[in-house]
């Protein structure tokens, strides 16, 4: 079993940034590739990024690709989505999410324990 949360999210401005963090208990996920994924109001989850157990290997959505980035510490067990440029249909929960093996997918049910979320909303 595996703990996710979520942190950093909050109301801003078209253009500007964030920064969400997810810390990990209950298991190190140094050996697993973790995700970010969101869903809008009316919308279905959809993903955003993902990183591989070691970081070398990313994947993004094509809507977020160039202005998000994916990292990790897997020291302090702790994913990391650094949010620039944010855009109005940015705004979403956002989800932490991992997935017991070191292959990162861009597959949401490939990742089988979740965050609770984290509110992002862009405002004009």
């Known amino acids: 079993q595996v703990q996710l949360v979520e942190s950093g999210g909050g109301l801003v401005q078209a253009g500007g940034s964030l920064r969400l963090s997810c810390a990990a208990s209950?298991?190190?996920?140094?050996?697993?590739?973790m995700a970010w994924l969101r869903q809008a109001p009316g919308k279905e989850r959809e993903f955003v990024a993902a990183?591989?157990?070691?970081?070398?290997?990313?994947y993004y959505a094509d809507s977020v690709k160039g202005r998000f980035t994916i990292s990790r510490d897997n020291a302090k067990n702790t994913v990391y989505l650094q949010m620039n440029s944010l855009k109005l249909e940015d705004t979403a929960v956002y989800y932490c999410?991992?997935?017991?093996?070191?292959?990162?997918?861009?597959?949401?049910?490939?990742?089988?324990?979740w965050g609770q979320g984290t509110q992002v909303t862009v405002s004009s």
């Open positions: 999410a991992v997935r017991l093996t070191f292959r990162a997918t861009m597959r949401p049910d490939d990742y089988g324990y």
């Open positions: 209950g298991r190190t996920i140094s050996n697993y590739a």
């Open positions: 990183i591989s157990r070691s970081g070398d290997i990313t």
